[in-house]
């Protein structure tokens, strides 16, 4: 497997370009990056600022593995408002093409909410509503996937919504596309479940994996830990994730981000992935 870090674990003030130097200093295969409304990479990039962002990664030996944006957070496939529906919509098109000119293969999508708890304010939908509403979108996307050639990996979060790995995978599977998949975050299923029971069902359905750590007596988000500081069993993890025969990415997400020396959290990140991936005693160059 290879290893990754997503773009979220930086320092919040960093530059893509300055993620992605860090990112090899530190160790890191690759990198996930983050389209946002507004900045450097983002839903108003040209062509010629992506090009220059998949430059700078091949010129640092660092792949691009995936494409992650929090804008569904804002514009939600599950929508009761046709207009935000359509936007969030647009937003995952703008991902599929922007990642196709940064060579990555897979985009993470949030696939919408019930309920978020940790958003105040947050709009509650009908669960059967929110089902039926991603499930169209999803399927209209998956025409814009293939003809981009990138997965759309759907992401397992907090949002009250495909709650259990036996839901996700009939989920996908009414999508059916190859194009289609499940973006499996093992810290994310600690609260409510276990990540190795979502490996053994979702199966070839995952096409990319966040690696984040979550202690079952925290409270909400603080309860997120450093890699190996928390309850997910990283050496069962690693074994299941074997025995379904994937080798691609493993992909950081930490928060929340350290209070002080936050660049430091990146280090520490790759050396607990080293341990993770039974790489340990490799340096980085």
Not at 115 to 125: E, H, Y
Not at 166 to 176: A, H, N, P, V
Request: glycine letters at 8%; a negative charge.
């Amino acid at each position: 497997m290879k290893k990754g870090i997503n773009q979220w674990s930086f320092p919040a003030d960093m530059s893509a370009a300055a993620c992605i130097r860090l990112a090899k200093q530190a160790g890191f295969d690759g990198i996930e990056l983050a389209l946002a409304e507004t900045g450097d990479l983002s839903l108003e990039s040209s062509p010629e600022q992506v090009a220059e962002l998949a430059r700078i990664a091949e010129g640092e030996g660092v792949e691009i593995s995936s494409l992650a944006s929090g804008l569904g957070w804002s514009y939600a496939l599950t929508s009761t408002s046709k207009q935000n529906r359509d936007k969030a919509i647009d937003v995952v098109k703008r991902q599929l093409d922007v990642a196709a000119q940064l060579k990555a293969d897979t985009i993470l999508v949030l696939p919408g909410a019930v309920g978020v708890d940790f958003i105040p304010g947050s709009a509650v939908t009908e669960y059967d509503v929110a089902y039926d509403n991603a499930l169209e979108a999803l399927r209209l996307l998956s025409s814009a996937a293939a003809a981009a050639r990138v997965s759309i990996g759907v992401e397992n979060v907090w949002n009250k919504f495909l709650l259990s790995p036996l839901e996700m995978r009939t989920f996908i599977d009414s999508i059916g596309s190859d194009y289609v998949g499940a973006y499996l975050d093992v810290g994310n299923t600690i609260l409510t479940g276990y990540p190795e029971h979502w490996i053994k069902i979702l199966n070839s359905r995952i096409k990319k994996v966040h690696f984040k750590d979550f202690r079952r007596n925290g409270a909400g988000l603080s309860a997120f830990v450093d890699l190996l500081a928390g309850d997910v069993d990283y050496p069962l993890v690693m074994r299941k994730l074997q025995e379904i025969g994937y080798s691609d990415y493993v992909i950081a997400e930490m928060i929340p981000p350290y209070r002080h020396y936050p660049e430091q959290i990146i280090y520490n990140t790759s050396g607990a992935m080293d341990a993770i991936l039974g790489r340990t005693g490799r340096r980085a160059e």
